[in-house]
């Protein structure tokens, strides 16, 4: 079993920033990459950034220039933090992890969900 726990999400006005973190436990035998993405109220869930073990990574274009996605490899955590925050930032974002619990194959695991909203 691997567990997924976030934390971070909140209620910020437009130009500010947050950070949100998530901790992957449980059998891991290896992390593959790990990411966030986002569901807005009546709209399907996006990618917003992704992180590789050896340190590559990608992000939404809406995002690029404002957030930054970072992993830390001992923790086994991933951190997004994000800067000039926009209304339509506004969502539940959620971690993922592809992550090997054996030898064999990964697995995608989700976490539950932070709430972010972007709001004056």
């Known amino acids: 079993q691997v567990q997924l726990v976030e934390s971070g999400g909140g209620l910020v006005q437009p130009g500010g920033s947050l950070r949100l973190s998530c901790a992957a436990s449980g059998s891991i035998f290896r992390i593959v990459a790990m990411g966030w993405y986002r569901q807005a109220p009546g709209k399907q869930r996006e990618l917003v950034a992704t992180?590789?073990?050896?340190?590559?990574?990608s992000y939404a274009d809406s995002v690029k220039g404002r957030f930054t996605i970072s992993r830390d490899n001992a923790k086994n955590t991933v951190y997004l933090q994000m800067n000039s925050l926009k209304p339509e930032d506004t969502g539940v974002y959620y971690c993922n992890g592809k992550i090997y619990s054996s030898t064999t194959s990964w697995d995608d695991h989700w976490g539950q969900g932070t709430q972010v909203t972007v709001s004056s």
């Open positions: 992180v590789n073990w050896g340190g590559g990574t």
